[in-house]
């Protein structure tokens, strides 16, 4: 090999001792810095670099803005004392200039304690597990019924925060207070890599500028890039890398350009990565998993099933459905009860465990949708029934069935009514109606809940994918029959998998909701003369039942949409690792999740628990080890929790696609809440909910009065109350193209500005938008 053909080694390193080592043995070195620095081709690398200064480098000349934060051996001791609490830390949506600590451990006191104003926040950033210290009883304030976004663009002008924190102090009950405390140190950053847009710095040929994250919970980073009339419009990716002490904002690192904002492709991204959403392509491991098509049942498959193609069996789901994963039979049989069986995708049948497609499943919380043809495998719930909807046996099976027929829920709700049709199907859907009800009430009678929640569906072009309709989704009987059945199903199984495996079952909870919760619910009641109790689930569903107003019909439904925000999230646990059980919502003493193995992996391993439990399939070792089913679980409910918020998103992004073309809508709505300079309201019509504002840009403010116990918020000389009918005006407001939004601008009843400011501290400007706009 000649000198020029020889491989020229290069050592990268940030160690100082070790760079010199290098250089000492005659190795070429570099700091990564130093190095990318070189690369005079590719000046764009430089963006890429993290900033060196953290946490423990402040930038030279700043103004000291935040306490020192405590070394974490000092935290730790601190803890194990008891002088601070340990908790993660959850940024408020809303306000920027408040969160909440959700305290580690089980004690019930100080389980949430409240962080208000910008020392005391402490360059904590959501999600991160923070120490805090308790203020002493007198320092403690309730809950910010404000709404404050950072939209400032004098990044170092803390005295406007100061004001704003100001906002925060107004006369509040006692009552209403709650534990409060102040960050001292960061135990553990969870950062991640952040999408949002660049907001240009208003200085020539500057490199420093500010980004702006897309969650609102997430403050803005600074950064230096040479690329900003690049990037300037476009969703990027930007990394977090310190946050001193004398900067009002964190500093990192740009990553990655994702595309132009506002087109679909790269909004759809967006909102799956800030959602933590697996979406990469499926590998060849993964794949190579698939059954090979075209693909029959086999002899082997036959072993241990059952054949049920003689029964007629049918499925019903939503229109369009391509998933379908659920099938049901009714028949009577000789002795005069009923027979009913629950009959779902066998799934588990083609994801063995440990294999690529099992471990790519279980990091994703969702599975693929194996089509297998007309006969199906399945694993059957069948019940002996008699006329009361009383079980009497039950009974699981693998199966193979063969669906006779596969309807939407109008389709079947037709048959159903229909006075000429009476083939089989239809027999069976009308036993299915028949029993469906009967177990309905029996559930709302044992204290299961009844709630609402506004789901919307879009009517998409065919061409373009926008959305050209949208409307409240409407439930018929046919609904409600499935969903009976699948309710009894998951609970039949829970007891099974439970006294056959009671150390490790994977069992599915929702925890009664504190007291503190129904708060917003009771008052708001009350200001309709109506009493809700809370002390049970039972007591709280009479209570909504007897909820009626004959010249108000849609209150009871409000009462119910505004139930379900005082819920707690229901979650998957162990049944080793836990000793409360009970579903709340669906007044059950034991619950799972059986029935939706295509699109849950929860379902998955239950399937298989329910087959070694039947002698159907055998069992292996994390099977039946607790601790790994309970850490399965974590990252189970964490999945669902942000698939559920990726929904919400992505229902939003169709919204404002929907409403891009429409100009300004004139709707009615009702007040949901009230809060101090603002009111949410709902819109029955499409589903959606929004923001009413009371303060404009560079217009007086009006005079605000906040009522906390009635709820109410009285605008000059006209009061709102939650509930009140109104009319609005929605139209899209593009202005900021990063937060795209639906404003609501209140129509009736009209409120008269007087041109006087007032002084009350609740009521100042919104923080001052950009001085100049992103374009689009």
Same mark, same amino acid.
Not at 385 to 411: D, G, P, V
Not at 523 to 531: F, G, H, P, V, Y
């Given at each position: 090999m000649t000198d020029e053909e020889k491989i020229q080694v290069i050592f990268l390193t940030n160690d100082r001792i070790n760079k010199e080592k290098a250089l000492e043995e005659g190795i070429t070195a570099y700091t990564c810095e130093e190095y990318i620095k070189s690369l005079t081709a590719n000046p764009e690398l430089v963006d890429r670099l993290a900033c060196v200064s953290d946490e423990g480098k402040e930038i030279e000349g700043g103004k000291i803005i935040f306490p020192e934060h405590i070394p974490l051996s000092k935290l730790q001791q601190g803890i194990k004392s008891g002088i601070y609490l340990q908790g993660t830390y959850r940024a408020n949506r809303e306000n920027y200039l408040e969160a909440t600590v959700w305290v580690h451990g089980d004690a019930e006191e100080n389980k949430e304690i409240i962080v208000q104003g910008l020392k005391h926040l402490n360059r904590a950033i959501h999600e991160d597990v923070v120490a805090v210290e308790l203020l002493a009883k007198d320092e403690w304030v309730a809950p910010s019924s404000v709404v404050l976004q950072d939209d400032g663009q004098n990044e170092e002008n803390i005295e406007n925060e100061e004001e704003k924190e100001n906002i925060l102090k107004t006369?509040?009950?006692?009552? +209403?207070?709650?534990?409060?405390?102040?960050?001292?140190?960061?135990?553990?950053?969870?950062?991640?890599?952040? /999408?949002?847009?660049?907001?240009?710095?208003?200085?020539?040929?500057?490199?420093? &500028?500010?980004?702006?994250?897309?969650?609102?919970?997430?403050?803005?980073?600074?950064?230096?890039?040479?690329? =900003?009339?690049?990037? *300037?419009?476009?969703?990027?990716?930007?990394?977090?890398?310190?946050? #001193?002490?004398?900067?009002?904002?964190?500093?990192?690192?740009?990553?990655?350009?994702?595309?132009?904002?506002?087109?679909?492709?790269?909004?759809?991204?967006?909102?799956?990565?800030?959602?933590?959403?697996?979406?990469?392509?499926?590998?060849?491991?993964?794949?190579?998993?698939?059954?090979? @098509?075209?693909?029959?049942?086999?002899?082997?498959? @036959?072993?241990?099933?059952?054949?049920? $193609?003689?029964?007629?069996? /049918?499925?019903?789901?939503?229109?369009?459905?391509?998933?379908?994963?659920?099938?049901?039979?009714?028949?009577?049989?000789?002795?005069?009860?009923?027979?009913?069986?629950? &009959?779902?995708?066998?799934?588990?049948? !083609?994801?063995?465990?440990?294999?690529?497609?099992?471990?790519?499943?279980?990091?994703?919380?969702?599975?693929?949708?194996?089509?297998?043809? !007309?006969?199906?495998?399945?694993?059957?719930?069948?019940?002996?029934?008699?006329?009361?909807?009383?079980?009497?046996?039950?009974?699981?099976?693998?199966?193979?069935?063969?669906?006779?027929?596969?309807?939407?829920?109008?389709?079947?709700? +037709?048959?159903?009514?229909?006075?000429? +049709?009476?083939?089989?199907?239809?027999?069976?859907?009308?036993?299915?109606?028949?029993?469906?009800?009967?177990?309905?009430?029996? $559930?709302?009678?044992?204290?299961?809940?009844?709630?609402?929640?506004? *789901?919307?569906?879009?009517? @998409?072009?065919?061409?373009? &994918?926008?959305?050209?309709?949208?409307?409240?989704?409407?439930?018929?009987?046919?609904?409600? @029959?499935?969903?009976?059945?699948?309710? %009894?199903?998951?609970?039949?199984?829970?007891?099974?998998?439970?006294?056959?495996?009671?150390?490790?079952? %994977?069992?599915?909870? &929702?925890?009664?909701?504190?007291?503190?919760?129904?708060?917003?619910?009771?008052?708001?009641?009350?200001?309709?003369?109506?009493?809700?109790?809370?002390?049970?689930?039972?007591?709280?569903?009479?209570?909504?039942?007897?909820?009626?107003? #004959?010249?108000?019909?849609?209150?009871?439904?409000?009462?119910?949409?505004?139930?379900? $925000?005082?819920? +707690?999230?229901?979650?998957?646990? /162990?049944?080793?690792?836990?000793?409360? !059980?009970?579903?709340?919502?669906? =007044?059950?003493?034991?619950?799972?999740?059986?029935?939706?193995?295509?699109?849950?992996?929860?379902?998955?391993?239950?399937?298989?628990?329910?087959?070694?439990?039947?002698?159907?399939?055998?069992t292996y070792p994390e099977l039946t080890d607790k601790h790994k089913l309970a850490e399965m679980c974590k990252n189970l409910n964490y999945r669902h929790k942000m698939a559920q918020y990726a929904q919400r998103a992505s229902v939003a992004f169709h919204t404002q696609l929907f409403f891009k073309t429409k100009g300004v809508v004139n709707e009615d709505a009702y007040i949901l809440f009230v809060r101090k300079n603002a009111v949410v309201v709902l819109i029955p019509k499409y589903g959606l909910e929004g923001t009413v504002f009371f303060e404009e840009k560079d217009k007086p403010t009006p005079k605000l009065e906040y009522n906390s116990e009635v709820p109410s918020l009285t605008v000059e000389d006209t009061t709102l109350h939650v509930f009140d009918k109104v009319k609005v005006n929605i139209m899209l407001d593009d202005s900021n193209i990063q937060h795209q939004k639906m404003r609501m601008v209140l129509v009736e009843p009209k409120v008269r500005h007087k041109i006087v400011r007032t002084t009350l501290s609740f009521s100042n400007d919104e923080p001052k938008k950009k001085k100049k706009k992103l374009q689009k």
């Open positions: 006369s509040i009950n006692k009552d +209403m207070l709650r534990p409060t405390g102040r960050v001292v140190g960061i135990i553990k950053r969870n950062w991640r890599p952040y /999408c949002g847009m660049l907001s240009k710095s208003q200085i020539k040929e500057a490199r420093r &500028h500010l980004f702006t994250p897309a969650d609102r919970r997430i403050p803005r980073i600074r950064i230096e890039t040479r690329q =900003a009339d690049t990037l *300037e419009g476009q969703r990027i990716i930007v990394a977090i890398d310190g946050w #001193p002490r004398n900067s009002r904002y964190p500093n990192g690192h740009f990553v990655k350009n994702l595309g132009s904002a506002g087109d679909k492709e790269t909004e759809t991204e967006v909102l799956l990565l800030e959602h933590d959403v697996p979406h990469q392509a499926f590998s060849q491991a993964v794949l190579s998993f698939l059954p090979k @098509m075209p693909w029959s049942i086999t002899e082997e498959d @036959m072993k241990h099933r059952e054949d049920l $193609r003689h029964l007629s069996v /049918c499925s019903v789901d939503p229109p369009g459905c391509t998933d379908i994963d659920d099938a049901l039979h009714y028949r009577e049989i000789e002795n005069g009860n009923l027979e009913v069986g629950v &009959h779902i995708a066998d799934v588990s049948h !083609f994801i063995r465990p440990g294999n690529a497609l099992d471990e790519e499943s279980v990091k994703r919380g969702t599975t693929v949708y194996l089509l297998v043809g !007309f006969s199906l495998l399945a694993f059957s719930c069948i019940w002996e029934m008699n006329h009361k909807a009383e079980i009497l046996k039950t009974r699981f099976t693998k199966s193979i069935i063969n669906s006779k027929a596969s309807l939407t829920y109008a389709e079947a709700q +037709m048959r159903i009514d229909s006075a000429t +049709m009476n083939d089989d199907i239809t027999t069976s859907l009308r036993g299915l109606n028949k029993l469906a009800k009967i177990l309905k009430k029996k $559930r709302i009678d044992n204290g299961a809940l009844t709630l609402a929640s506004p *789901e919307v569906r879009f009517h @998409m072009d065919s061409e373009t &994918h926008d959305p050209i309709d949208l409307q409240t989704k409407e439930l018929k009987e046919t609904n409600s @029959m499935v969903e009976e059945f699948m309710l %009894l199903a998951n609970i039949s199984v829970a007891q099974k998998i439970y006294d056959e495996f009671p150390e490790f079952a %994977l069992l599915r909870k &929702h925890p009664a909701p504190p007291p503190s919760n129904y708060d917003i619910l009771v008052k708001a009641a009350k200001s309709k003369n109506l009493e809700i109790k809370t002390d049970s689930a039972k007591a709280l569903a009479e209570s909504l039942d007897k909820a009626e107003s #004959p010249t108000f019909p849609y209150l009871n439904t409000l009462l119910r949409i505004l139930t379900t $925000r005082c819920m +707690m999230q229901a979650v998957y646990f /162990c049944s080793g690792m836990d000793n409360d !059980f009970h579903h709340y919502g669906l =007044a059950s003493p034991i619950y799972t999740h059986f029935t939706s193995p295509i699109r849950r992996y929860a379902d998955i391993i239950v399937h298989r628990l329910l087959a070694v439990a039947i002698g159907a399939d055998s």
